[in-house]
């Protein structure tokens, strides 16, 4: 599977722009994340792009979420690592692989950054400390996991780590991520 065509797949099932731009914004933290952490960054940066590739269909059923995206990737002819990083990376275990647990990670970060920013000025005018800051805030981002943004810590990642680089990743695709 391309990029291109995991592009198309996701504007065929994904329909909300907010939420396409959250896709872009992971793939990008994804593919810095595999730069960092030594994966493939193309298939780091599908798994990310991919994440919410069954967010419409799976609504009313949020269980199934991360399931339907791995059989909808699969049936489409994704990489093998990519489905297994959306079948385990709502709920990694602690032997999940390092990919699973990079999306994991990264997905929550991400949404974080993007509810404290609404201009990619907001987001540089972001400091290491208000950042963190956002993970006791339960008023930001409240739908995402802050112990998941963790979870690359034992990778050799820190937290305040993992968002300096999401922060840097989101900026650098923050045309196709802000609305403007």
Do not use: Q, Y
């Not at 996991?145 to 680089?165: F, P, Q, Y």
């Amino acid at each position: 599977m391309t990029r291109f065509e995991a592009f198309l797949l996701l504007r065929r099932r994904v329909r909300d722009r907010n939420l396409v731009r959250r896709c872009l914004a992971a793939e990008a933290v994804m593919e810095d994340l595999a730069s960092r952490l030594g994966g493939d960054p193309g298939t780091w940066g599908l798994a990310g792009l991919l994440h919410e590739v069954d967010a419409e269909f799976t609504g009313s059923n949020p269980r199934s979420k991360g399931a339907v995206a791995a059989d909808i990737v699969r049936s489409d002819g994704g990489p093998a690592e990519v489905v297994r990083a959306l079948e385990g990376f709502r709920g990694p275990g602690p032997h999940a692989d390092v990919l699973t647990r990079a999306l994991a990670a990264a997905v929550p970060a991400v949404m974080i950054l993007l509810d404290l920013a609404a201009t990619p000025k907001d987001l540089e005018g972001l400091d290491g400390g208000e950042m963190l800051g956002a993970l006791d805030d339960p008023s930001v981002a409240p739908e995402a996991s802050r112990a998941r943004v963790h979870d690359l810590n034992e990778a050799g990642l820190e937290t305040g780590s993992l968002l300096e680089l999401a922060r840097g990743a989101v900026l650098r695709v923050a045309s196709d991520v802000f609305p403007g």
